[in-house]
């Protein structure tokens, strides 16, 4: 059995939660390496916490600091196209693969 590829998702809102829940109950390929919102008070990391996936409410500062961090090697981003932007910098030069799940005209569309 292949080892499974750690991801995490920034923003803890309906997006990212949903789809959170998608990656524990169905995937056979990823697994959740953490969970990252802005609001330490967002049920959507409250959930993340009770099913004892690695939480921050710090937004991208909080993952990179992470103690897994050097091990999630996708992320999806569930937050604003702006916040997009400054993300997509930072873990790209982390080398992670990145995901944009902004609904936004711009680049290909795609649904997870």
Do not use: W
Not at 25 to 38: C, D, F, H, P
Not at 75 to 84: Q, Y
Request: proline content about 4%; some cysteine; aromatic content about 2%.
């Amino acid at each position: 059995m292949s080892k499974k590829i750690k991801c995490a998702i920034i923003g803890s809102g309906n997006i990212g939660t949903d789809l959170m829940i998608k990656i524990m109950r169905t995937s056979k390929n990823l697994e959740m390496g953490a969970m990252v919102g802005i609001d330490a008070k967002s049920d959507g990391l409250a959930r993340a916490a009770r099913l004892n996936v690695p939480v921050t409410h710090e937004g991208i500062e909080g993952l990179l600091k992470l103690p897994n961090y050097k091990d999630i090697q996708v992320v999806f981003d569930a937050t604003s196209a702006g916040a997009h932007v400054h993300n997509n910098a930072l873990l790209q030069r982390d080398g992670k693969k990145v995901i944009d799940l902004t609904p936004a005209a711009i680049g290909p569309f795609t649904i997870p």
